[in-house]
């Protein structure tokens, strides 16, 4: 596939070399179109050493060639990355004062732009008006992830990271390599998985909840692999705020009740190949609702509070493996969160788990206030019945963590 790779000129410009690095291994053919001002952050010498071809990013360079049309005439794929609030600008505005503005311009394939900024910037009424008019020109505009941005500031406009990038922009050519359903060459055509995401909230009264802190990333994750794949996806999603991932169909569910009904309601239909449990399901809930908002007292010297009595949820992950009985299908994967306590460590708790649920693979992972939980990265431990080996994947991206997962799943199918 040609692939046009644009560079704006942010500090997260040397990301983009491994963005490059993951297209030219996948075997594409890359043409990097850097701006001037990203020629400043990365040299011209890295862009041409990685790809293999001469770059630049004037108009007037190769002239007889008429580059700034051709470029974007020849394209299957136009990916910016990063694209700066400048260029956002300057692409929903139509100009074309640079070999990347005039590519933009005459491209009729797929483009991506994958955003990076402070948060002010991205958070401006301005660069929301721009990011509006492009998609809705149909650009691909990758939400930026949260994190660390330049010096101490931290926040939504962090570059996501090159995995992602690359699924998202591969993900956004019509049956291209990638892309969801396409089925070429995807070790998951053909198959229909459930994968549940996000975590469960038990409603105290009208206003509260118990809760937990999964994101959802992680099986957000799972689902837009198992999709690139070639996978039918059904995801069951538990309060997450994030994009749907594409070729996904999304069951929204709140509490752990309506999450057991979702998945439970999926597999009944006797297509499921796999069932991958990620999501954070509460292991209890209050045993009453309040349906009005539960006061405190205001007498003097009253410090009392109210005494909430809690009830089991079921246990979903065990109930599927039980409803399943002697049979192969659906594989069914599970997902430890652990903390460790004084009877052992997270792979002791793990393995205990694995032998208690019956699962056929268990994903363990370390949890805590500042791990995995909300972050963009993860480390899990691969566990099998039957076996003492463990496959530790990580520190790496959630989108590296689940294509580890299917890698091992996929072999087990029958």
Sequence with gaps: MRVVLGVSGGIAAYKAALVLRLLTEAGHQVTVVPTAAALRFVGAPTWEALSGRPVTSEVWDDVPSVNHVRLGQEADLVLVAPATADLLARAASGLADDLLTTTLLAARCPVVLAPAMHTEMWDHPATVANVATLRARGVTVVDPASGRLTGTDTGPGRLPDPEDIVAAALAAVPGGAGAPGSGTGGDLAGRHVVVSAGGTREPLDPVRFLGNRSSGKQGYAVAADAARRGARVTLVSANVALAVPDGCEVVAVGTALELQQAVTAAVAAGDVDAVVMAAAVADFRPARYAEAKIKKSHGQGDESAPTI??????????????????????????????????????????????????????????????????????????????????????????????????????????
């Design 309 to 414: 009595e809690l009830v089991r949820n079921p246990d979903v992950l065990a109930g599927l493996v039980r409803d399943r009985g002697q049979h192969d299908r659906p594989y069914i994967v599970g997902f430890a969160a652990e903390t460790g306590d004084g009877t052992g460590d997270v792979l002791d708790l793990a393995r205990a788990k694995l032998a208690r649920k019956g699962c056929d693979l268990l994903v363990a992972n370390e949890v805590g206030t500042d791990k995995t939980f909300g972050e963009d990265t993860s480390t899990v431990h691969l566990l099998r019945p039957g076996t003492e080996e463990t496959v530790t994947v990580g520190p790496v991206t959630k989108t590296a963590v689940a294509e580890a997962i299917w890698d091992t799943v996929v072999p087990q199918l029958p």
